[in-house]
């Protein structure tokens, strides 16, 4: 999990190990530190780091050449927006040359819907998860994280008790599986929704992010927290739940998640659901397996 | 679980059966048909019901009249207001007397510092938990419902990372032993607060209780949801923490909590610490005991 060189970053990808997912929970600082897009610019090879944004979540036209500033300024050689404004640029030659020119990509925050109407199922999605298969790290902030994983969270409203039909599911980039992100989690208070999401989807594991924090999940199934704030994850394994017995609407009765929070510098192992190297936590949880 | 008639209160209070407590989410409906104080005046005899308010939290001076209005209006053959404005009333002969001749008690909303201070540790409080502890109910709505318990949290914001001072423990009036209560629960966000509080007090277990929500926690260890919300359970029996190695305000690791949502109508035993009736609910749990 140490910062890895441009030159490991051209072995793991020639050696066809999975590369880092980023997701961020929006709201990252942008400076004097930006700690967390300086640690993905690393990540993605430093000096040769040369990186393509994806701006289509967001409604502002300017939000692709602002992440591109930043890159550049905190050390990036390259920052390219890729123009992505309806699916046949996202099927396109030119951006599949683009993409694989690139050693990482990051999707910017916005409107979630627009990544999955517009981008789910392209080919710029399936190279994407391919160069992601091969070593190449992919980060995404806000809606841009929640769209990282095979399925991302459509609705539910944060202040009502965890009813069916609160939340859909909808089709990601496919880059993480069996991984639901949440973002601004702290901030916007959606335990129940992701409660709910197991509810209809056991089994599943759920990454609550808060603003200014990231979790740097790699290859080997490790999961690194930075940044500021706390990310919250939900174990769904055990979950078992009146859902299929109910109607849209009625209220869920769900049990046996658990619950985890880990502050920055924490590792949470997802081959073993377990926070590392806190003390006590192997021995109950392994009973429950 | 099932209501109790007016004769089978006395039986219970003769037999020393402890009574029900009955914490209420806030903002309970109140007309036409105010389903949970129905309730709790059925369980407190119905029309042999005399109902003692405990107005103390609240700051505006007819609350307690209000409910007094109510709890006659929908069956109680008496209400009278408890004159409880600082520890000298809470001590005096005259309240005992009231309480003794009162067959359920029900504490408002209002603030819970007000609670903890003019009522805690005096004989009225006392002379509660005696009472409960003879088959007497209590019930108790949003500040009012977590006086309840033995401890109950103070402060915490909701929508800040859990970190190390969020919450204070406080005492309350001991009617459930390791349990917390929180209220206005799916509407105001809180399970960083209640992670926090098991960070420093594991073994706890706590409930989060929705607005027009309440729990039926019999003497039993049966605690029976009712009301339109839902209640989240949180048991720290298994949670661990690295609380006692931070400093305030550092961000907390909890690891092992686990996290049920009942709907209305759902039973959770606390002595196994199951939702009951939910099948593949027995299985999972028992290997973490």
């Known amino acids: 999990m140490e910062p890895v060189s441009a030159g490991s970053v051209a072995r793991q990808i020639a050696n066809g190990v999975k590369g880092v997912?980023?997701?961020?929970?929006g709201a990252e600082e942008r400076s004097p530190h930006g700690t967390i897009l300086?640690?993905?610019?690393e990540r993605c090879g430093g000096e040769d780091a040369r990186i393509l944004i994806v701006p289509t979540a967001s409604s502002e036209s300017d939000t692709g050449d602002d992440y591109a500033e930043i890159f550049t300024r905190i050390g990036a050689r390259s920052a390219a927006v890729a123009p992505i404004?309806?699916?046949?640029?996202?099927?396109?030659?030119?951006?599949?040359?683009?993409l694989a020119a690139s050693t990482g990509v990051f999707v910017t925050g916005g409107d979630q819907s627009r990544l999955n109407k517009l981008v789910v199922g392209t080919r710029f999605a399936e190279a994407l998860r391919?160069?992601?298969?091969a070593g190449m790290t992919v980060a995404g902030t806000s809606a841009g994280a929640s769209i990282l994983g095979a399925h991302m969270m459509a609705g539910g409203m944060s202040e009502v008790p965890p009813h069916k039909g609160l939340v859909e599911m909808v089709a990601g980039f496919g880059l993480l599986q069996d991984i639901i992100i949440d973002q601004h989690f702290s901030q916007r208070g959606r335990v129940a929704r992701l409660l709910v999401t197991f509810a209809g989807n056991p089994g599943l594991i759920a990454f609550g992010i808060d603003e200014n924090t990231a979790v740097i999940i790699g290859g080997d199934g490790m999961a690194k927290v930075i940044g500021v704030g706390s990310v919250t994850v939900v174990d769904g394994r055990n979950v078992y739940s009146d859902y299929h017995d109910l109607d849209d609407g009625d209220i869920l009765t769900i049990t046996g998640a658990h619950i985890h929070v880990l502050a920055p510098g924490r590792i949470f192992d997802l081959n073993r659901r377990i926070v590392l190297h806190l003390a006590q936590e192997q021995a109950p949880l392994a009973g429950t397996r």
């Open 21 to 25: 997912v980023m997701p961020i929970g």
């Open 38 to 41: 300086k640690e993905f610019v």
């Open 85 to 98: 404004d309806d699916r046949e640029s996202a099927n396109s030659d030119e951006l599949i040359a683009q």
């Open 130 to 133: 391919d160069r992601n298969g």
